[in-house]
């Protein structure tokens, strides 16, 4: 089988398993408070385990009157790992623009550092290679087929939203070739970035990156938009990545995801493909998924547009 099919085999794997454990409903015992708010109000959390790496709880929220074929939004917290607040975040965002929200956790105990992941989790800690089926992306598709059946939801494709360490598994899972299913996505605030260039380690360059997943031909025809706060420029910020690799990228995160976009124009033009990629500000906004989530739900499923290929520009109110 060539490289690529067995790459995308690997993001299908297990897609149509059975429901795993429920956890939803009214509140379990031993829940924060914000987790029995957020009950209350219809969001749902199961554990998925049908899959071969980590089980892991998965959010859900499908307000009253979201059709059948609404859109599927996933949604990609950060290194704090706090699912429940990004959910609460996007919840009147949600009943608002009528879209059913995917929300998976990825605990530090089950996943542990960036390594597992917002950066794939292609290796164990001695550098021994992972089987495909147990990467960090692997895990997204068959949540999707499991969400699907058990909301008895029409959509065929999802889209992506990631913030802070969550853009980086966005950005990341985009470059090793994404999903089958995917449609769009949004990388906003990524502290860090595997830039498009070969001869940079993953996960700050592509080296590395296990043979057959970067095609860069498909990769920039898909609709991704890098967005940033023009605020996000704290070079002190207490979550800021510090490696060389990350610092050689900029002193601070805009100043990375600009670097990051234009390199990948720069690749793109190098390598005589179309890229239909975007890049956009958030006047005002720093490092903050709340500030950055209502503008990116307009660019994903609103009037918002943004020029592909174009330079990182203000995102305007739609008219």
């Known amino acids: ?30 829940n924060s408070a914000l987790q029995e708010k957020l009950f209350a109000k219809g969001v749902k959390r199961f554990i998925f385990s049908d899959w071969a790496g980590p089980a892991l709880p998965v959010w859900t929220y ?39 929200l995917i929300v998976p956790e990825f605990s530090k105990a089950s996943f542990p550092g960036a390594r597992s992941y917002s950066h794939g989790w292609f290796t164990e800690k001695d550098g021994m290679p992972r089987p495909p089926e147990k990467w960090s992306f692997a895990v997204v598709e068959p949540i999707f087929a499991e969400v699907r059946a058990r909301e008895a939801l029409n959509a065929q494709r999802y889209s992506l939203y990631g913030h802070s360490g969550g853009a980086q598994f966005v950005h990341r899972f985009i470059l090793a070739g994404g999903g089958p299913h995917m449609a769009r996505a949004v990388s906003a605030n990524a502290g860090s970035y595997a830039m498009t260039d070969p001869a940079v380690k993953w996960p700050f360059g592509l080296a590395g990156l296990p043979e057959g997943l970067w095609h860069p031909k498909s990769v920039f025809a898909l609709p991704v938009t890098v967005l940033l706060g023009t605020e996000d420029i704290d070079p002190h910020h207490h979550s800021l990545p510090r490696q060389p690799e990350a610092m050689a990228q900029g002193p601070y995160r805009l100043a990375r995801g600009q670097t990051f976009y234009a390199r990948a124009r720069a690749v793109a033009k190098s390598e005589g493909v179309p890229f239909a990629w975007t890049c956009g500000l958030v006047r005002g906004v720093g490092h903050d998924n709340g500030g950055m989530a209502p503008v990116a739900v307009r660019v994903l499923f609103g009037k918002t547009a943004l020029a592909p290929g174009a330079d990182c520009a203000p995102v305007e109110e739609a008219r």
């Open 62 to 100: 499908r307000a009253a009157g979201t059709p059948a074929d609404a859109p599927v939004l996933f949604i990609f917290h950060g290194a704090l790992r706090d699912a429940d607040n990004y959910v609460d975040q996007w919840l009147d965002l949600a009943r608002r623009y009528k879209i059913v």
């Open 1 to 30: 089988m060539p490289a690529k099919a067995i790459a995308g085999a690997a993001l299908l794997v297990l897609a149509g398993c059975a429901p795993g454990q429920e956890v939803a409903g009214a509140a379990p015992h031993g």
